[in-house]
Each structure stands twice: as structure tokens, then as C-alpha cells.
């Protein structure tokens, strides 16, 4: 799978390729770009973990590294009777873990657009945050699996601490009385994420947010806001301070929400913060490419206040491990 990025990697295509894989009798996907490989389910190569969940079958030996492997099917809690003999693991990657799951097949690789990805209906999401979006390919409905959500289910350790503040950052009193008025938009297509930011930020005083759960959305008001504010005489940045993005998004992914941004909108001074589970060296300077002013990797959401600090009031960040694009 060496190309396996490509898509994603070409910057503001609003393309990407989805694996389709089976369990059950049921279709699943998941972006090609979190997927490392597949390999056969070996039992021999698995070593039980005392007191572990019921869908962690134990940990994998692959290449002289283990890694958790996780049952799909037992954890979704679907039919048994329906199993494949030959299961296979997916190995994925992404919010720096490496973790196997097993599937009953792997079915085929489908080229399309973030605008094909539908947001699920909010009555289905008020009763599971297991899968993002749907896709009909070929009359068939694909269901996206929001793989990083379970498992934070799995190992809630995993995200404990993530909304911890440093008191350097909050120790800027005038900082803290400036915050209330700065309007953010929020981009992210994952619940369990997007209600952690909306956490995070608030809790240090940023509480005028706009979140939506797909890039179009977002982009559509951002826009709109734009419109408002020259029919004002003003600029966008009087109404909307900063935005903080996913990659992967229904309608609209977040490198193609940030270039429009800089292109379409023709906005060079609105700050835009990139927060994907799929940072690496290559998306770093696919992030740079779009105007992206920075990124953090998922789950490190307690970095973005002194990320948004130092975009907005020019404050200089502690953080020491993040990247501002130029």
C-alpha cells in the first residue's frame, strides 16, 4: 500500500480513497490514508491479555512489535453465525497508535469526494458515535467507521489528560478577558473530538464557538460571514477570529476548507489550525501548501489554546512541539 496516500496528499483535491471492508454481511469504510496494511489473522501470533476488554482479543506480534488486536465484530456486538473463517487485520494508523482489528474481509478500494460522504442523520448520531458518515457506492450504503472513537472506547486511558491547561497558559489575566469576544469555528466530523475542543477551549475562555460537523458547513458560514461583514464595511476577521479544522470531513475535507479559504475567500490573515490524527512529515507540507498557519496531531488538544493564543494575540506559545506554517 505505498500509494496509499496520494489522494489525500494532493492538496485541496477534496478526494480520497475509502477500503471497503465486510463485517458480517454488513460494508464498512475507512480512509486508505489511516490503513498501514492487511494482514492474516494468525492465532498463533496473538498473546491473550489478562483482565482486558471482552473485544480485545490480546496483542499481536507483527514484525517484532506487538500491537492491541481488536475483534470489530464483538465490539459492535454483531451476529456471530455471520463470521468469515479466513478473518483478516487491518492495521491502522493514526493519533500516533498502531492497533490491529479484525475483519471478516477486505472488499475493495473506492476513488471518491468528500462531497459523496454523507453526515449521518442526527437521529442516528444521538444513539451512535461509532461511525461518521455514509457513502452509497454502486446502491450499495457504506457506513464510515470512526475507528479512533472506539478505540478510545477500548482504552479510555488513551484520552484522559487531553484537556488538562498548563497554568502558563492561563496565567495571562488580560489574555483571559480578551478570549469571551473572539469567535471560533470549529470543523470536525468526529463528536467524541469535537465536543472535547469545544471543552477544552471553553474551559480557557473562548466560549463564542460556531462547530459544525463537516468542512462544507463550515466553509458555507465562514462565506456567509464574510458577505455579512463587507456589507458592514468590515473584515471577517472582525467576526470570525480563527479555525480550527479536521482533515477528514463529510462534503468538504479540511485541506480543501482551508484552501478555499485562501484562494476563493481571498483571506490571507484568517488563522487556520489543522488538527488531523493524520499528521506526518508529507501532510505537514500538504498543510503548508493550503495556507494552513499550523497543526497539532490528535489527540494533543491541550495544545491548541496556546496554539490559538499565540495566532490570535500574538502571544508566544510554551508549546514546543508544534509547527506554524509560514
Same mark, same amino acid.
Given at each position: 500500500?505505498?500509494?496509499?496516500?496520494?489522494?489525500?496528499?494532493?492538496?485541496?483535491?477534496?478526494?480520497?480513497?475509502?477500503?471497503?471492508?465486510?463485517?458480517?454481511?454488513?460494508?464498512?469504510?475507512?480512509?486508505?490514508?489511516?490503513?498501514?496494511?492487511?494482514?492474516?489473522?494468525?492465532?498463533?501470533?496473538?498473546?491473550?491479555?489478562?483482565?482486558?476488554?471482552?473485544?480485545?482479543?490480546?496483542?499481536?506480534?507483527?514484525?517484532?512489535?506487538?500491537?492491541?488486536?481488536?475483534?470489530?465484530?464483538? *465490539?459492535?456486538?454483531?451476529?456471530?453465525?455471520?463470521?468469515?473463517?479466513?478473518?483478516?487485520?487491518?492495521?491502522?494508523?493514526?493519533?500516533?497508535?498502531?492497533?490491529?482489528?479484525?475483519?471478516?474481509?477486505?472488499?475493495?478500494?473506492?476513488?471518491?469526494?468528500?462531497?459523496?460522504?454523507?453526515?449521518?442523520?442526527?437521529?442516528?448520531?444521538? *444513539?451512535?458515535?461509532?461511525?461518521?458518515?455514509?457513502?452509497?457506492?454502486?446502491?450499495?450504503?457504506?457506513?464510515?467507521?470512526?475507528?479512533?472513537?472506539?478505540?478510545?472506547?477500548?482504552?479510555?486511558?488513551?484520552?484522559? !489528560?487531553?484537556?488538562?491547561?498548563?497554568?502558563?497558559?492561563?496565567?495571562?489575566?488580560?489574555?483571559?478577558?480578551?478570549?469571551?469576544?473572539?469567535?471560533?469555528?470549529?470543523?470536525?466530523?468526529?463528536?467524541?473530538?469535537?465536543?472535547?475542543?469545544?471543552?477544552?477551549?471553553?474551559?480557557?475562555?473562548?466560549?463564542?464557538?460556531?462547530?459544525?460537523? =463537516?468542512?462544507?458547513?463550515?466553509?458555507?458560514?465562514?462565506?456567509?460571514?464574510?458577505?455579512?461583514?463587507?456589507?458592514?464595511?468590515?473584515?471577517?476577521?472582525?467576526?470570525?477570529?480563527?479555525?480550527?479544522?479536521?482533515?477528514?470531513?463529510?462534503?468538504?475535507?479540511?485541506?480543501?476548507?482551508?484552501?478555499?479559504?485562501?484562494?476563493?475567500?481571498?483571506?490571507?490573515?484568517?488563522?487556520?489550525?489543522?488538527?488531523?490524527?493524520?499528521?506526518?512529515?508529507?501532510?505537514?507540507?500538504?498543510?503548508?501548501?493550503? !495556507?494552513? =498557519?499550523?497543526?497539532?496531531?490528535?489527540?494533543?488538544?491541550?495544545?491548541?489554546?496556546?496554539?490559538?493564543?499565540?495566532?490570535?494575540?500574538?502571544?508566544?506559545?510554551?508549546?514546543?512541539?508544534?509547527?506554524?506554517?509560514?
Amino acid at each position: 500500500m505505498a500509494d496509499k496516500k496520494e489522494i489525500l496528499l494532493e492538496s485541496g483535491t477534496n478526494e480520497l480513497e475509502i477500503a471497503e471492508f465486510i463485517l458480517g454481511k454488513q460494508s464498512f469504510g475507512i480512509n486508505v490514508a489511516k490503513i498501514r496494511e492487511f494482514v492474516p489473522y494468525d492465532t498463533k501470533s496473538v498473546t491473550k491479555v489478562p483482565n482486558s476488554p471482552p473485544s480485545m482479543v490480546g496483542v499481536l506480534l507483527l514484525r517484532g512489535r506487538t500491537i492491541p488486536l481488536i475483534n470489530l465484530s464483538i *465490539h459492535l456486538g454483531l451476529n456471530s453465525e455471520d463470521r468469515s473463517d479466513k478473518p483478516v487485520v487491518l492495521v491502522t494508523e493514526f493519533n500516533t497508535l498502531v492497533n490491529g482489528f479484525i475483519i471478516d474481509a477486505i472488499n475493495q478500494i473506492h476513488r471518491l469526494s468528500w462531497s459523496d460522504i454523507k453526515s449521518l442523520n442526527p437521529v442516528l448520531q444521538q *444513539h451512535t458515535t461509532r461511525f461518521t458518515g455514509t457513502v452509497n457506492v454502486k446502491d450499495k450504503e457504506i457506513l464510515i467507521m470512526d475507528l479512533e472513537y472506539i478505540v478510545s472506547e477500548i482504552f479510555p486511558e488513551k484520552m484522559r !489528560g487531553l484537556t488538562h491547561l498548563s497554568t502558563k497558559t492561563l496565567s495571562d489575566e488580560e489574555i483571559e478577558q480578551r478570549r469571551p469576544a473572539r469567535q471560533i469555528v470549529i470543523a470536525e466530523d468526529s463528536n467524541m473530538i469535537r465536543n472535547m475542543i469545544i471543552k477544552t477551549i471553553k474551559s480557557a475562555g473562548y466560549t463564542n464557538i460556531q462547530s459544525f460537523d =463537516n468542512g462544507g458547513s463550515a466553509y458555507d458560514y465562514v462565506k456567509q460571514t464574510k458577505e455579512k461583514a463587507e456589507q458592514q464595511g468590515q473584515k471577517l476577521t472582525d467576526y470570525v477570529s480563527l479555525t480550527v479544522s479536521d482533515i477528514e470531513m463529510p462534503r468538504m475535507d479540511g485541506l480543501t476548507f482551508c484552501r478555499n479559504i485562501r484562494e476563493e475567500l481571498r483571506e490571507a490573515s484568517l488563522p487556520v489550525i489543522i488538527f488531523s490524527s493524520l499528521i506526518n512529515e508529507q501532510m505537514i507540507v500538504k498543510c503548508r501548501s493550503v !495556507g494552513a =498557519n499550523a497543526h497539532v496531531t490528535k489527540p494533543q488538544i491541550a495544545m491548541l489554546v496556546d496554539l490559538m493564543d499565540g495566532l490570535i494575540f500574538g502571544k508566544e506559545s510554551s508549546q514546543n512541539d508544534f509547527t506554524i506554517a509560514k
